[in-house]
Nanobody, 114 residues
Framework: QVQLVESGGGLVQPGESLRLSCVAS????????MGWYRQAPGKEREFVAG???????NYVVSVQGRCIISRDNAKNTVYLQMNSLKPEDKAVYYC????????WGQGTQVTVSS
């Protein structure tokens, strides 16, 4: 069973940056398209960004141009560089496969506030 551990969140001011990391234990990471998802208080979990096994990325419109997803298959890790953060980016951020096939981790909290 693959375990996902997210990290890198924190409290930042609007306009600042964060780099989120997600490490997947177990095998199969390099063969899977991965995604970052977020859940804001009182809202459903939503897709934020995805990256194929080959490295092609896609983003939800609200973060396009501000975020970069990347992966390091040697480290079983997917990253989300988040720039120009806005208060509406506040959420718990999770990673998973693009089909959400693995057990969700604990997530990492991102708070954007002045």
């Amino acid at each position: 069973q693959v375990q996902l551990v997210e990290s890198g969140g924190g409290l930042v001011q609007p306009g600042e940056s964060l780099r989120l990391s997600c490490v997947a234990s177990g095998s199969g990471f390099s063969f899977n398209a991965m995604g970052w998802y977020r859940q804001a208080p009182g809202k459903e979990r939503e897709f934020v960004a995805g990256i194929t096994a080959g490295g092609t990325a896609n983003y939800v419109v609200s973060v396009q141009g501000r975020c970069i997803i990347s992966r390091d298959n040697a480290k079983n890790t997917v990253y989300l560089q988040m720039n120009s953060l806005k208060p509406e980016d506040k959420a718990v951020y999770y990673c998973n496969t693009n089909r959400k096939t693995w057990t969700w981790g604990q997530g990492t909290q991102v708070t954007v506030s002045s």
